[in-house]
């Protein structure tokens, strides 16, 4: 069984339309996160859900949307794509254990966006 | 969240003990400092986190030392598929005021 997933793979498409990444996750997390990790390998957190609640937005642009349908769910939506979001996209999850401040996280496989 | 510091990247040879340093001078008191592997074309992949003295288990032993500002992950006699980017960070993924930034890791070259 996979842990954490995501679809599709690798997703190559045209600047101006909008587009969707799927995750999901099967370990019964509460918290599920997308990070963009870039031409120059930094990984960097673009959203987090914690019980449908948005906790951590980092400054990406209005153009990308995260949509949690349940806690198993994090979807990516992102309308009118640039060429400067190419990347590989990333979907994790964790779950909070009260007094552990830590970083555990499991992450999917990734989508690789390509626009052209 | 505490600025992590480790080497750019590092070569060893198979069957060797491999050791990755990290510096975490302003690591808080609550934080936990948290290792992972990555791949080529694959997600980063949790492989151990501790908070002080040693912590082991299948993969790795993490040894942080009393003051705990730096922490040094080892991997025992490294393969050909050890060959990856890894990545120390400290901190709480709760802290709403931390930005989880994964900086550009060490990456491991094992040679045959």
């Known amino acids: 069984d996979t842990a954490v997933s995501q679809t599709p793979k690798y997703l190559v498409t045209q600047m101006g339309n909008d587009k969707s990444i799927k995750c999901e996750q099967n370990?019964?997390?509460?918290?599920m996160y997308w990070y963009k990790q870039d031409s120059k390998k930094f990984l960097k957190i673009m959203f987090s859900y914690n019980n449908k609640e948005l906790i951590i937005n980092e400054t990406v642009p209005n153009r990308f949307s995260p949509k949690s349908p349940d806690k198993a769910h994090l979807n990516l939506h992102i309308n009118s794509l640039e060429l400067g979001d190419s990347a590989v996209y990333f979907c994790?999850?964790?779950?909070?254990?009260?007094?552990?401040?830590?970083?555990?996280?499991?992450f999917g496989p990734g989508t690789r966006l390509t626009v052209t | 969240l505490a600025k992590t510091t480790q080497p750019i990247s590092m070569d060893s040879y198979e069957g060797q003990e491999v050791n990755i340093t990290c510096s975490h001078n302003n690591i808080a008191t609550n934080d936990y400092i948290t290792w992972y592997q990555q791949f080529p074309s694959q997600g980063p992949r949790f492989i151990i986190q501790?908070?002080?003295t040693k912590v082991t288990n299948e993969v790795a032993s993490l040894f942080i030392p009393a003051d705990r500002k730096s922490s040094t992950l080892s991997l025992p006699r490294v393969s050909l598929s050890d060959t990856a980017v890894y990545y120390c960070l400290v901190g709480d993924v709760f802290n709403r005021d931390d930005k989880i930034i994964f900086g550009k890791g060490t990456r491991l070259h094992i040679l045959p």
């Open positions: 994790a999850s964790s779950q909070e254990v009260p007094g552990l401040a830590s970083y555990e996280q499991y």
């Open positions: 370990l019964g997390h509460d918290t």
């Open positions: 501790g908070y002080k």
